[in-house]
């Protein structure tokens, strides 16, 4: 069966940055699992996809625009200092986990200024070109649980 619009897909993959730096990558033995075309995966992964069975490979690479996007600056956000451990040192580049209404949230400190200190709130891999290589593991016809669950 070929990967096509609501079809199952487990995918073994690596993504790597330009400078060859591997950011992300499933676990061997435990693919990573999605409904095609449900709104699960980056446009620009799903489009390189379409098509193809399991056992096939591929490699591409997905720029800003089709993957996580270019940052935005509404999500440059200033913060009080209070609003962070009494004694941590905080500098730019820091990341910070918290929980947001929408479950974690992931953020870097872009700058430090006295008591207010500016984080950025864009995904961490925003503007960022992401080079693929995936292998589909499996594509089947999706159940209707799974397809209730999206």
């Excluded at 200092?81 to 730019?92: K, L, M, S, T």
């Excluded at 992931?106 to 200024?113: K, L």
Aim: with cysteine; hydrophobic share 40%.
């Amino acid at each position: 069966m070929e990967i096509r619009d609501k079809a199952f897909v487990a995918i073994e993959y690596s993504l790597a940055l330009d400078s060859g730096k591997v950011v992300d990558k499933s676990t061997p033995g435990k693919p990573l699992t999605y409904i095609h075309n449900a709104g699960q995966m980056l446009p620009g992964v799903e489009s390189r996809l379409e098509g193809l069975c399991a056992d096939q490979s591929i490699r591409f690479t997905v720029e800003a625009e089709e993957g996580f996007g270019q940052p935005r600056a509404e999500l440059f956000r200033p913060v009080p200092r209070d609003r962070f451990p009494q004694d941590a040192v905080i500098q730019p580049g820091m990341a910070f986990q918290s929980v947001g209404p929408s479950g974690d949230l992931t953020f870097v400190v872009s700058e430090v200024d006295g008591d207010t200190i500016t984080v950025d709130l864009n995904h961490p891999l925003c503007g960022e070109r992401l080079h693929f290589d995936i292998r589909v593991v499996e594509v089947r016809a999706a159940t209707s649980e799974e397809l209730a669950a999206i």
